[in-house]
């Protein structure tokens, strides 16, 4: 059964930093780029940083480049999200992609609300 399980959401003031972690079974990790979206309140969702299978390459959103850091281990099966100096802007609904051509998998999501 295939599986992605966020965690580590949460509230945090302007400022501040979370770390979010995907926890992947049920398929071959290291075949599957992973990508990381968020859904704002009112929002589109959107992507918000990408890494390949190996891990060598990572793309970010313009508005959390030098912020966000997108990290994977392919020996535990799992992806992370850090965020640094986080915004209102970034509160929302976190969702961890796991993604091969012609295939793709969903995480439930993991709230991230960053408020004062």
């Known amino acids: 059964q295939v599986q992605l399980v966020e965690s580590g959401g949460g509230w945090v003031q302007p400022g501040g930093s979370l770390g979010l972690s995907c926890a992947a079974s049920g398929f071959f990790f290291a075949d599957f780029a992973m990508r990381w979206h968020r859904q704002g309140p009112g929002l589109e969702r959107e992507l918000v940083a990408a890494?390949?299978?190996?891990?060598?390459?990572?793309k970010y959103a313009d508005s959390v480049k030098g912020r966000f850091n997108i990290s994977r281990d392919n020996y535990k099966n799992m992806a992370y999200l850090q965020m640094n100096s986080l915004k209102p802007d970034d509160t929302g609904v976190y969702y961890c992609q796991a993604l091969r051509a012609g295939l793709e998998y969903w995480g439930q999501g993991t709230q991230v609300t960053v408020s004062s």
């Open positions: 890494i390949s299978s190996s891990g060598w390459s990572t």
